[in-house]
């Protein structure tokens, strides 16, 4: 299963965190975008390459530092479809230095609209008997609340194609509880427990070798009490970690969602990652080592709370 692979890239660094790639015109250097803009003009086509040029830079640096990168898909959206070609060759560069990628979507909808989604994400396009990979991640964030109906289709396309998911569980933002810790009378849990528990169910469709599952869940640091108590109740469930950094989720806060091996949980961090040469007040030449100092600055915060990190047998 593709968790099995995020773990053994994880083990490989020892680092389980991923680099989350949001990236904002006003993250990116006045050196890319003069460039960009020259080339193209202050339009969509001129924006979307300025992310991408700041991406691969990004990438360059990091390859070898972190295990994983997170594409949020809104960020590309919005520059239209130069910004989609922009994500899935963010996807591409990406794979080609060997990095996990997680496209950060939240997509759910019902049946054949699901199935779409698959295959975008995840899966195969098919054009009259021709197949092509439409963006390709190793693994897709979802919704789950339209239920099991909505998620079949994301797990016969991952038990496939050797992906996987990551589903909304508790998230680090600070309204989640507004639903997600509403108390479910007939079950007498929270909302977030009983998508956990569902992600267990599904996850039985996708064992992986290390004992974690295909279907992961998306469980924030800002919340480190449930994440220790979704850690233990959840122990086929790989967790995908926000709110580290600039949302205020820290180590100790992290540290509640793995397991006694140093595994199961990988730790998102973005605007720390992409706007740390502004943090610094480097020269903007510099962004991507800046980049990867904040990476490895991390990574060094982390692995002091988890001591090591080794492959449950």
Known sequence: MSMDRLMENIMKKQNPTVAGLDPKLSFVPP????????????????????????????????????????????????????????????????????????????????????????????????????????????????????????????????????KGIFVLAKTSNPSAGEFQDQMLHAMYEPLYRAIGNMCQHWGQKLKGKYGYSGVGAVVGATYPAQLKELRKALPDTFFLVPGYGAQGGGAKDVAQGFDKHGCGAVVNSSRAILCAWQKEGCDPQDFAGAARREALRMRDEIMAELGGISLPA
Not at 110 to 138: K, N, P, Q
């Open 31 to 162: 050196y890319i975008k003069e460039a960009c803009f020259a080339r193209h003009g202050k339009t969509l086509e001129g924006a979307a390459a300025a992310l991408l040029d700041f991406n691969k830079g990004l990438i360059d640096s990091l390859w070898d530092v972190v295990p994983a990168v997170k594409p949020q898909a809104a960020y590309y959206e919005m520059y239209g479809w130069a910004g989609m070609k922009a994500l899935a060759e963010t996807i591409a560069y990406a794979k080609s230095k060997g990095l996990f990628v997680i496209t950060d979507g939240k997509r759910n909808d019902i049946g054949a609209t699901m199935e779409a989604y698959a295959a975008a994400h995840l899966g195969e396009t098919d054009v009259e008997g021709e197949t092509f990979e439409a963006f390709g991640a190793d693994a897709l964030t979802v919704n789950g609340y339209l239920g099991s109906d909505c998620i079949d289709p994301l797990l016969a396309v991952c038990a496939a194609r050797d």
